[in-house]
């Protein structure tokens, strides 16, 4: 971490929980949390529960929300899909690129560059995720995957853009799997990120948080958060329970 970028640790919850276990989760994340946590702190909970939570989280200053995508139209005939003024209100983060989305509903570059570009317009911060998969790590392209997706997000953005935004950097190969990248492997790529994101925005990418995802626990956090380069953490299965996402929080003090 490089002083002046305050760390971030995220829960993403995925499809997971009824609207009533959500925030019932909420509620023990907020009761667990200390009165002035080091990070800043953000759910990203399924839609049908952003409402509910907003509603639990008011007033609260040590907890953020936000949506876990939004499509780039301003609205019309995209049946399931969340515009993202409807999220205007009742959160302040939206995920962008998380690499189900590009797999499960055919995200590519271009469309994660739109929606990237619709958030920023209707003044959200984006969490932009980027990461290769399993395959593309053994045949040696890892450094050329993350350089292209960060360079397709960000190329051309003004510089006020680039510092509303933060980046996941989430290996595929590590996402719920239990394997976890080593804090040389998660270091090496994050400098990548970083580097093609100089390429493109300047000195402003110093200001940009990058997160380390895949597999993160109590047990690694610390080590991984200690890491040079590594802003803090975009957690998946750990952030469903609530005394483990607590303690990973803490290990970013």
Known sequence: MTAGRRRIVAGNWKMHLTVPAAVALGRAIQQGLPAAPAAEVVLFPAATALWALHELLAG??????????????????????????????????????????????????????????????????????????????????????????????????????????????EPVWAIGTGRVA????????????????????????????????GSVTPQNAAPLFAAPGIDGGLVGGASLDPAAFCAIIAAAE
Request: hydrophobic letters at 40%; aromatic letters at 2%.
């Open 60 to 169: 609260e200053t040590r907890v953020a929300l936000g949506a876990q995508t939004a499509h780039w139209a301003p609205e019309g005939a995209h049946t399931g899909e969340i515009a993202v003024s409807m999220l205007e209100g009742c959160c302040t983060h939206v995920l962008v690129g998380h690499s189900e989305r590009r797999r499960d509903a055919g995200e590519t570059d271009a469309v994660v560059r739109r929606q990237l570009e619709a958030v920023l317009a209707g003044g959200l911060r984006p969490m932009v995720a980027v990461g290769e998969t399993l395959a593309e790590r053994e045949s040696g392209r890892m450094a050329e995957v993350v350089s292209r997706q960060t360079t397709a997000a960000f190329s051309g953005l003004g510089a006020d853009a680039v510092r509303r935004c933060t980046i996941a950097y």
């Open 182 to 213: 080593t804090v040389e492997d998660a270091g090496a790529a994050i400098a990548g990120i970083r580097k093609a994101l100089e390429n493109v925005a300047g000195p402003t990418a110093d200001t940009v948080r990058i997160l380390y995802g």
